[in-house]
Every structure is written in C-alpha cells, then in structure tokens.
Nanobody, 123 residues
C-alpha cells in the first residue's frame, strides 16, 4: 500500500506559475515510476507527465511540453510538478499516481492515487 498526498494547488493568473508536490509514504518510493494526471470539470482524467524510478526517463503530454517540468526527490519520497506559463485550460484537479504496468499515458496503468489538488488559472 502506498499513500499519496498532493499539495501546492491554488488560484493563479494566466502566465503565472505553481509547483505541485506529491508526498508518498507506505512503501519504498524509489521502487516506483510515477505520474501526474489532471481532470477538468466534465472531462476525462488526462495524462500530464510521467517520470521513471530514477528520474532518467520523462514524458509529457503535448499540451504541457515546454511549460511543465516533472521531477522527484527519492530521498524525500516526493515528486514535483513545476508549472510555468499557466493557461486557463490548465485549470483542473491534479492527481499523482504510482505507475504499475501498461502504457504510461493511460490512467489504468496507475494505482494508489492521491486525493488531488485544485489548480485554477484565471484569464
């Protein structure tokens, strides 16, 4: 069992920045690849970014590439998502998850989701 807690969301103007954190506990964090997903009202949960166990393989959704940066600190059992140049369409609840199998950009490949943190970008 892995417990995940997201934090760092909030209200920001377009063009601003936020840094999300995902704190993990319960099992050895460094054993797992991780990912960020987001869900806007009335929409399906969508892939944002994925990072391998050691942080050497990273993937982004096209919609965030060049603006968002995923990272992790295995010593602190924490993953991060630095979000720059935010747009109103980035407004969503952001979730972190533990990757287990399958395609990294599909939610079914993840387990142990956190409760989510709300990000709202005003225009």
């Amino acid at each position: 069992q892995v417990q995940l807690v997201e934090s760092g969301g909030g209200l920001v103007q377009a063009g601003g920045s936020l840094r999300l954190s995902c704190a993990a506990s319960g099992r050895t964090f460094s054993n797992y690849a991780m990912g960020w997903f987001r869900q806007a009202p009335g929409k399906e949960r969508e892939f944002v970014a994925h990072i391998s166990r050691g942080g050497f393989s990273i993937y982004y959704a096209d919609s965030v590439k060049g603006r968002f940066t995923i990272s992790r600190d295995n010593a602190k059992n924490t993953m991060y998502l630095q979000m720059n140049s935010l747009k109103p369409e980035d407004t969503a609840v952001y979730y972190c998850g533990v990757y287990t199998a399958g395609y990294y950009y599909i939610g079914q490949g993840y387990r142990y989701w956190g409760q989510g943190t709300q990000v709202t970008v005003s225009s």
